[in-house]
């Protein structure tokens, strides 16, 4: 079973920060590939950012210069820092894994074979 938990949503203003978490075992640490989703009602998960398990990142270009995502090896967890947010970044927030297919082809198109994800947090930016 793959415990993907993230934590750190809210609710913030237009330039405001954010700092997301995703908790996961040892095991999938270090060894999957994982990434961060995002989804507003009616569109489909779309990719904000993927680290492979040397540490290659992609991120969308949406959030470039904007986003960092890290690995907390201590805490065997994924982060993302948020920082000059803008509305059109409010949705849900996914974290997700993978074991053997790099994630980076999912940013920022969608990909309907990730099985593994977290249950989600919210990130709401007002203008």
């Known amino acids: 079973q793959v415990q993907l938990e993230e934590s750190g949503g809210g609710s913030v203003q237009a330039g405001g920060s954010l700092r997301l978490s995703c908790e996961t075992t040892e095991y999938i640490f270090s060894r999957y590939k994982m990434g961060w989703f995002r989804q507003v009602p009616g569109k489909e998960r779309e990719g904000v950012v993927a680290?492979?398990?040397?540490?290659?990142?992609k991120y969308a270009e949406s959030v470039k210069g904007r986003f960092i995502v890290s690995k907390d090896n201590a805490e065997n967890t994924l982060r993302l820092q948020m920082n000059n947010l803008k509305p059109e970044d409010t949705g849900m927030y996914y974290c997700?894994?993978?074991?053997?297919?790099?994630?980076?082809?999912?940013?920022?198109?969608?990909?309907?074979?990730?099985?593994?994800w977290g249950q989600g947090t919210q990130v709401t930016v007002s203008s």
């Open positions: 680290i492979d398990s040397g540490g290659r990142t």
């Open positions: 997700a894994a993978d074991r053997f297919t790099t994630l980076h082809d999912c940013v920022p198109s969608p990909c309907s074979w990730i099985k593994h």
